[in-house]
């Protein structure tokens, strides 16, 4: 009884349908003290995969109706005997439930504590278990897609490839320096460099990754700059769907920043809309001036919005100076009036430069085409295996690492010895990312950050 955990998984609040999953060798026993079904049958008397509808009773006191899911170990999400009692949502209703669980022998679940046994008894590797959360927290589909290739198990496999190419290397090296007098070929150097090289190129390919579904994840910080009345809140509201009442420009006054998230093609982009960065000698408008000059240099991506029906004026300019290398995209609007602006001047200094009427357009997509461009997200193939957070990152980059300085080794004329514990460094690097030789710290680490119910 003592191992054996148990949760609310479904979301605290009002809803259709609440679950309370027990799991461990007494999940069954516990589930069958306080539920009694309408067909007489006993939970410990169920076969895995059959549901049963009955009452949750506890203290001779008829909490809620209720449906029993059975499943038997090893073929449940833990890989233990789990039951889950789907009852009626409700704050109260769930809860008291889980106390009459918790009251007949199992204890609270520990955030995480699910998805940890599920992981410890080999039902799932560490990478496809970090990526569980990854699907819960993911905000686009996008990145659902791409925790759910994780789950299905393409970063561990993108890794494995690599970590036997870097096995057959070391064993072939181990072979011929501890049997010498056997009939193991020579070491062909050229052959090993190769062999090395491969995996340093697939590794630095893999790292790569990391940015671009980092953005898609968690989105970017992205500021739309330009001064008054060159169409910056009409341009928001066009992303954000809806109209919002947008604080007017009242001569003199800074205006707050204005926050909103919205998805653009494949990325969340966090927008916020700041003052013009116009020169003033007004003390209370130049901090807000300032700001937001900071904010602009500081923001993961910028759109600066021009008015393509006027001249540019000497802030549009000072504007692009400050984009030139900046994540920018240059937005060209009021593309509806005749055009004065001289396009070609800010195409020369601004990569990506698009042309819009924010007030009459519904099409988004070039602007679209462009974040994904500089986000990185387009060339990015979640099928292929995707480095989905910084543990993940930090182990690939120490196993680059060795392999770099195995190469190095090689250069300088070391012995094969040396080459070889370096590779068996990177193996380990490997093996720690898949989660196949990893300490209980990293373990705990991995799902301290999950939710109670997972
Ligand atoms: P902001 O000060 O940069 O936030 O600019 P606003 O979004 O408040 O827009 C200033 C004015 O330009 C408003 O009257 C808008 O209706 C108008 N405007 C915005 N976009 C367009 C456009 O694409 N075409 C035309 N003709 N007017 C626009």
């Known amino acids: 009884m003592e191992n054996t955990i148990a949760a609310i998984s479904t979301p605290n609040g009002i809803g259709g349908m609440g679950v309370i999953r027990i799991s461990g060798e007494g999940a069954l026993k516990t589930a069958e003290n306080i539920f009694v079904s309408v067909s007489g049958k006993k939970i410990t008397e169920m076969k895995g995969y059959t549901a049963s509808f009955g009452k949750i009773i506890d203290n001779g006191e008829i909490i809620d109706e209720a449906v029993a899911l059975v499943f038997r170990a090893p073929h449940s999400y833990t890989g233990e005997d789990v039951v889950e009692l789907s009852c009626h949502g409700g704050m109260y209703v769930t809860r008291r439930v ?160 204005i926050e909103e998230t919205v998805m653009l093609g494949n990325v969340p982009l966090r927008l916020s809309d700041t003052a013009g960065l116009r020169n003033t000698d007004d003390i209370v408008e130049s901090i807000g001036v300032q700001k937001a000059k900071e904010r602009l ?105 060795s392999i770099q300085e195995a190469l190095s080794a090689l250069d300088i004329g070391m012995t094969f010895d040396a080459v070889t514990i370096v590779i068996e460094d990177a193996v380990n690097s490997l093996l720690e990312l898949t989660g196949e030789r990893v300490t209980d710290a990293v373990v705990d680490q991995v799902f301290s950050h999950f939710c109670v119910g997972k």
Request: hydrophobic letters at 40%; proline letters at 3%; glycine letters at 6%.
């Open 98 to 257: 889980l106390r009459a669980v918790l009251s007949h022998g199992a204890k609270p679940a520990q955030g995480g504590e699910f998805t940890k046994r599920a992981f410890l008894n080999g039902k799932m590797g560490l990478t496809e278990a970090e990526s569980v959360m990854d699907i819960i927290s993911a905000s686009g589909s996008q990145s659902a897609r791409a925790a759910m290739y994780t789950m299905e198990g393409s970063l561990r496999k993108r890794i494995d490839t690599v970590r036997s190419d870097l096995l057959e290397l070391a064993a072939h090296l181990a072979a011929w320096a501890d049997y010498p007098e056997e009939e193991i070929p020579e070491i062909d150097e050229d052959q090993l460099r190769n062999g090395l090289e491969k995996c340093r190129k697939e590794l630095t390919k893999l790292l790569s990754t990391y940015d671009a579904g980092k953005v898609m994840r968690e989105g970017v910080d992205t500021v739309i700059a330009g001064r008054p009345n060159v169409g910056k809140s009409t341009l928001m509201n066009l992303l954000a769907g809806c109209e919002r009442s947008i604080v007017t420009d009242i001569p003199g006054t800074t205006r707050d920043i």
């Open 297 to 401: 240099l500081s923001a993961g991506l910028i759109f600066a919005v021009f008015d393509s029906s006027s001249d540019l004026t000497g802030e549009d300019r000072e504007l692009i100076d400050l984009l030139e290398d900046a994540p920018a995209i240059a937005i060209i609007n009021k593309t509806d009036l005749d055009a004065k602006i001289d396009s070609e001047y800010i195409k020369a200094k601004v990569k990506h430069v698009i042309f819009i009427s924010a007030k009459n357009d519904k099409d988004t997509s070039e602007l679209e085409k462009a974040v994904e461009e500089i986000a990185g997200t387009s060339q990015l193939d979640p099928a292929q295996g995707i480095l989905a957070n910084e543990r993940q990152y930090n182990d690939a980059q120490s196993a680059l690492e």
